[in-house]
């Protein structure tokens, strides 16, 4: 059996693609557990909508005293809700292409039984500043874990970006997949970002000035290495980012260089020119 796992609050308010979210793993799940967090809006109710007897809420209330592990203790309440022997996890941004979705699938079965691999890697496409374009930068993380063995203490590590094992945090075993996972947090409409603002400075309070100072700009700020897309978005999601393709308020600024971003240029040309990217911050070990 295989699950897929997500949590979502304030949907509708934050405008998260999860909808389409839970659509892209059910194209290949036995169920989807979605943890839905007591919210200001019809979030239940859009969760609802997806009229599939194998989607399963869980009506929570989170607890923000805890900041950013509020968000891991939510997200393994949805793993422990969970019957399959794997699990595909899923953000309120993000939709799995339904390519990817197959090959998850596949490559579970194909090794669960080497008991080496906990969980397997999706390639990672960070859009920003509308659909078109993705930010390609060592600032963005390529991949991630996002299909993980259940019921092996593997547990979401710190703000859930990823996952590490037992009590002692040891770095999850993962194999690369050609599994694509499309992040569309920063292409969504403007007035969705600010709000996502707003409420990250309750969760990352350390934070705060910077998000103060993006709140104040009233426009996305250019980074470099913006790349075209050229490819083809998830089926699952075609319809929400028609809906959403323009918005006159969701700009990037003037293009403004910083000492910082020599290293992203330097690190970009030594990964063309090896396919290694240097200081790669992982989550995991290859095995």
Same mark, same amino acid.
């Given at each position: 059996?295989?699950?897929?796992?997500?949590?979502?609050?304030?949907?509708?308010?934050?405008?998260?693609?999860?909808?389409?979210?839970?659509?892209s793993l059910l194209e290949v799940c036995d169920e989807v557990?979605?943890n839905v967090g007591k919210s200001e809006d019809e979030t *239940?109710?859009?969760?609802?909508?997806?009229?599939?007897?194998?989607?399963?809420?869980?009506d929570t209330e989170w607890d923000f005293t805890k900041k950013?592990?509020?968000?891991?203790?939510?997200?393994?309440?949805?793993?422990?809700?969970?019957?399959?022997?794997?699990?595909?996890?899923?953000?309120?941004?993000?939709?799995?292409?339904?390519?990817?979705?197959?090959?998850?699938?596949?490559?579970?079965?194909?090794?669960?039984?080497?008991?080496?691999? #906990?969980?397997?890697?999706?390639?990672?496409?960070?859009?920003?500043?509308?659909?078109?374009?993705?930010?390609?930068?060592?600032?963005?993380?390529?991949?991630?874990?996002?299909?993980? *063995?259940?019921?092996?203490?593997?547990?979401?590590?710190?703000?859930?970006?990823?996952?590490?094992?037992?009590? #002692?945090?040891?770095?999850?075993?993962?194999?690369?997949?050609?599994?694509?996972?499309?992040?569309?947090?920063?292409?969504?409409?403007?007035?969705?970002?600010? #709000?996502?603002? #707003?409420?990250?400075?309750?969760?990352?309070?350390?934070?705060?000035?910077?998000?103060?100072?993006?709140?104040?700009?009233?426009?996305?700020?250019?980074?470099?290495?913006?790349?075209?897309?050229?490819?083809?978005?998830?089926?699952?999601?075609?319809?929400?980012?028609?809906?959403?393709?323009?918005?006159?308020?969701?700009?990037?600024?003037?293009?403004?260089?910083?000492?910082?971003?020599?290293?992203?240029?330097?690190?970009?040309?030594?990964?063309?020119?090896?396919?290694?990217?240097?200081?790669?911050?992982?989550?995991?070990?290859?095995?």
């Amino acid at each position: 059996m295989l699950s897929g796992f997500t949590l979502v609050r304030n949907a509708v308010k934050l405008d998260f693609s999860i909808v389409p979210a839970i659509r892209s793993l059910l194209e290949v799940c036995d169920e989807v557990v979605v943890n839905v967090g007591k919210s200001e809006d019809e979030t *239940r109710d859009l969760v609802a909508s997806v009229k599939d007897p194998r989607v399963r809420i869980l009506d929570t209330e989170w607890d923000f005293t805890k900041k950013n592990i509020m968000l891991s203790i939510e997200t393994q309440r949805a793993m422990d809700a969970c019957r399959g022997s794997w699990g595909i996890y899923i953000q309120a941004d993000e939709v799995l292409h339904e390519r990817g979705a197959h090959i998850l699938k596949e490559k579970a079965a194909e090794w669960d039984g080497d008991r080496r691999v #906990e969980g397997l890697l999706v390639k990672y496409l960070h859009f920003y500043g509308g659909f078109d374009q993705i930010a390609t930068s060592r600032r963005w993380y390529r991949r991630e874990v996002r299909c993980i *063995r259940l019921g092996k203490d593997i547990r979401p590590y710190q703000g859930a970006q990823g996952f590490r094992v037992g009590p #002692e945090y040891r770095k999850i075993q993962a194999r690369v997949t050609d599994a694509e996972m499309f992040h569309y947090g920063w292409a969504r409409p403007a007035k969705a970002i600010k #709000e996502k603002l #707003e409420i990250s400075k309750t969760i990352y309070p350390w934070g705060g000035n910077r998000f103060d100072k993006e709140q104040a700009r009233g426009f996305l700020e250019w980074i470099p290495l913006l790349k075209p897309f050229t490819g083809t978005h998830p089926a699952a999601a075609r319809e929400w980012i028609a809906e959403r393709a323009v918005d006159p308020d969701r700009v990037i600024g003037p293009m403004k260089l910083k000492p910082e971003h020599v290293r992203f240029y330097l690190s970009d040309w030594i990964e063309r020119l090896t396919g290694a990217r240097v200081f790669e911050f992982r989550n995991y070990v290859l095995v």
